[in-house]
T-cell receptor
Framework: GAVVSQHPSWVICKSGTSVKIECRSL??????MFWYRQFPKQSLMLMATSNEGSKATYEQGVEKDKFLINHASLTLSTLTVTSAHPEDSSFYICSARYGGSSNQPQHFGDGTRLSIL | QQQVKQSPQSLIVQKGGISIINCAYE??????FPWYQQFPGKGPALLIA?????SEKKEGRFTISFNKSAKQFSLHIMDSQPGDSATYFCAAVYSGNTPLVFGKGTRLSVIA
């Protein structure tokens, strides 16, 4: 159980285009979803936290107009990288949690490798 | 300020040996401490977790030891196998709808 599906797993696109990444919780309702960015050989960097039906809360230094997050349902959250540039190339990982207790673990998707040419 | 400090950064262990990864935290409000395993190109997968009212938790070859007074916890991998070669992250979280705070990770290589 507790499967989080992320799509696409890999995307290459030209500079200036927008890219949408989907994150779905397949067998549980995700009260909260988190989006992370990971650079090679580094830890996960939290970008934003989103609760279903509410606006996402962005971490300091993350441009909310650049990284649009939508959490429209309890099983789906999307991250749209708008007008992507080469410096946005990275590994993006979503995570989902059921409930508001710290006891509920965060489950992660398999990530999306984004390459901007 | 790094709230969860993890060491070592990298670790090489012989097959069959014991791998030990240590973490220390500062925020006493943390009340849940999971460990995640990440293979290259994949997302982190929950390995094992512990709450501070327990000093040790074992699941198969994986054991968490927790020292509340020292604010430290560690992961022990017994009988380490080449398939255990991955990056391991300790994490901590406190009550409420807050995100995990991750350590910087340990790259484990188990050699035959």
């Amino acid at each position: 159980g507790a499967v989080v599906s992320q799509h696409p797993s890999w995307v290459i696109c030209k500079s200036g285009t927008s890219v949408k990444i989907e994150c779905r919780s397949l067998d549980f309702q995700a009260t909260t979803m988190f989006w992370y960015r990971q650079f090679p050989k580094q830890s996960l960097m939290l970008m934003a936290t989103s609760n279903e039906g509410s606006k996402a809360t962005y971490e300091q230094g993350v441009e909310k107009d650049k990284f649009l997050i939508n959490h429209a349902s309890l099983t789906l959250s999307t991250l749209t990288v708008t007008s992507a540039h080469p410096e946005d190339s990275s590994f993006y990982i979503c995570s989902a949690r059921y409930g508001g207790s710290s006891n509920q673990p965060q489950h992660f998707g398999d990530g999306t490798r984004l390459s901007i040419l | 300020q790094q709230q969860v400090k993890q060491s070592p950064q990298s670790l090489i262990v012989q097959k069959g040996g014991i791998s030990i990864i240590n973490c220390a935290y500062e925020n006493t409000a943390f009340d849940y401490f999971p460990w995640y395993q990440q293979f290259p190109g994949k997302g982190p997968a929950l390995l094992i977790a512990i709450r501070p009212d327990v000093s040790e938790k074992k699941e198969g070859r994986f054991t968490i030891s927790f020292n509340k007074s020292a604010k430290q916890f560690s992961l022990h991998i017994m009988d380490s196998q080449p398939g255990d070669s991955a990056t391991y992250f300790c994490a901590a979280v406190y009550s409420g709808n807050t995100p995990l705070v991750f350590g910087k990770g340990t790259r484990l290589s188990v050699i035959a």
